[in-house]
């Protein structure tokens, strides 16, 4: 991560100077949400079987790309929106993946210097990688919990280590409840949702086949292949995360990703401008580095995002 992301008095946070942690073996022969949305992201912590399962993704929707980028730049007007509008300064970020640029901490900081955010994934690889995530504008504070969505109360719990629950959170959960199937999602957000103040806030963003059935199904199949639960919600169904729970969702409502509040596009990925030859020798995966989503069409884009309170 460039140190111009996160500005020039950054410091590590204290979680950093501790013991390395212990955590589960990396299996390499499966792959992993996290690492194959770090490949599509051009990320280089990922094993073979994470490129494979994103090439795999990509030759059925080879705009996928399209997705996971709009959706990292919705992350950013989400987290600037509520950080600059709600007075929330506490972040609970579920399914947080390999750090990159622009992760929660950067973003809201920049507005909010003392944010403090919690990161949490279940991936190993992400665990080793964490203390990446761990570093923090002075007057704030940042920390990782290794656990997986399916445990909200362990979450919750090892949160509040960091997180001030009787004051308002942000709850965060960008693109991973598509992973865990209905008798569970619907559950643990409400879990969650139930144990956060009034005035908490949720970012919520989710993969549908409303718009390019096709294309997305078979995405779908080929991570259903690789044994990842892997579930395309409609509109309704992603509405009723905020309606089960009383939530009240901030224009413009339930959205495809690149028409919440729009403004410019911050593209975290696009490599510099190289050599057309070398570019066309990459394979595809590599190839989409280079590419512009700015050309982006409204058939392209696969997920919807809202952002609602909790009153």
């Known amino acids: 991560m460039s140190g111009d992301a996160r500005g020039t008095d950054d410091r590590t946070d204290r979680a950093t100077d501790a013991p390395d942690w212990p955590g589960p073996t990396i299996d390499t022969t499966k792959a992993h949400p996290a690492r194959v949305y770090d490949v599509l992201l051009?990320?280089?912590?990922?094993?073979?079987?994470?490129?494979?399962a994103a090439a795999a993704a990509l030759a059925v929707n080879p705009r996928g790309y399209l997705d996971v980028r709009h959706n990292r730049d919705f992350l950013r007007r989400a987290v600037s929106h509520v950080t600059g509008t709600t007075g929330i300064r506490q972040f609970l970020d579920i399914g947080t993946g390999l750090p990159t640029r622009e992760n929660v901490h950067q973003i809201a900081q920049r507005t909010a210097p003392?944010?403090?955010?919690?990161y949490v994934d279940n991936d190993p690889v992400v665990l080793a990688h964490a203390r990446a995530l761990l570093?923090?504008?002075?007057?704030?504070?940042?920390a990782y919990v290794h656990a997986d969505l399916r445990t909200p109360g362990r979450i919750l719990d090892e949160a509040a280590e960091t997180l001030d629950l009787s004051r308002p959170v942000a709850l965060v959960l960008v693109s991973v409840l598509h992973f865990v199937e209905d008798e569970e999602a619907y559950p643990v957000v409400a879990e969650l949702i139930g144990r956060l103040a009034a005035g908490s806030v949720v970012v919520l963003s989710h993969l549908s086949a409303d718009f390019n059935p096709v294309a997305i199904g078979g995405v779908a199949q080929t991570f259903r292949a690789r044994g990842f639960s892997f579930v395309l919600r409609s509109r309704e169904q992603v509405a009723r995360f905020a309606a089960e729970n009383g939530l009240e969702l901030v224009e413009p409502g339930v959205v495809r990703v690149h028409e919440w509040r729009p403004d410019r596009i911050e593209?975290?990925?696009?490599?510099?401008?190289?050599?057309?030859?070398?570019?066309?020798?990459?394979?595809y995966?590599?190839?989409?580095?280079?590419?512009?989503i700015t050309d982006v069409r409204d058939e392209d884009i696969n997920l919807y995002a809202w952002v609602a309170h909790k009153r």
């Open 42 to 52: 051009g990320g280089k912590d990922n094993y073979e079987v994470d490129r494979e």
């Open 285 to 292: 995966v590599d190839r989409t580095k280079y590419l512009d």
């Open 267 to 283: 593209d975290v990925v696009r490599a510099a401008p190289a050599d057309p030859a070398y570019v066309a020798s990459l394979d």
């Open 135 to 142: 570093t923090s504008h002075p007057e704030g504070r940042t």
């Open 114 to 118: 003392d944010t403090k955010v919690v």
